[in-house]
């Protein structure tokens, strides 16, 4: 009992905070209400804009604008005896750049990315629906990875 006193007592020292201090109206979520995104091409851009307006938020007066450019890719292995193959490994790659619309300097520059094995069944449409199912979740999961990025970079921000 006594150690985790102590423990809880030395925590605070370590400069530990918490991301979304202040909540909705803390400068990390109000700097994330302030962000754009610019349209991205193909379905999977559909899927990575929906995603990343859901997680943002919106505050009608934007400050910065998102540029993302996709790499989305399908690729083939365990192939069998009969060079079929039964599996397969979609990644979603994105590189993104978060931009000041107030002198159109880029601020951040960065990539996010992720990938899922997909199985390849007899069944043509169960491998697309698997295909389309994969492409959804790693849009959300590279949405993820962005959002977090932007917030890193919003909290090490001066407070107007």
């Known amino acids: 009992m006594k150690r985790l006193l102590a423990l809880a007592l030395l925590l605070p020292g370590c400069g530990l905070q918490p991301l ?24 999977a851009g559909w899927l990575m804009a929906s995603a990343l307006r859901d997680r943002l938020g919106d505050t009608g007066s934007p400050r910065y604008r998102l540029d ?43 990539t996010a990315g992720s990938d899922a094995g997909i199985d390849v069944v007899q069944s043509e449409y169960a491998t697309i629906a ?17 959002v977090a990025r932007v917030a890193l970079y919003a909290r090490r921000q001066p407070t107007p």
């Open 20 to 43: 979304y201090a202040g909540g909705g109206s803390g400068a990390v979520a109000s700097t994330l209400g302030q962000v754009e995104v610019a349209p991205i091409e193909g379905r």
């Open 68 to 110: 993302i450019r996709l790499d989305d890719q399908i690729q083939g292995f365990g192939v069998r005896r009969d060079d079929a193959v039964t599996r397969e490994r979609r990644t979603l790659r994105a590189r993104y750049q978060l931009v000041d619309l107030s002198n159109g300097s880029v601020v951040l520059d960065a």
């Open 130 to 146: 698997a295909e389309n199912t994969a492409l959804e979740r790693l849009s959300g999961i590279v949405a993820d990875e962005i």
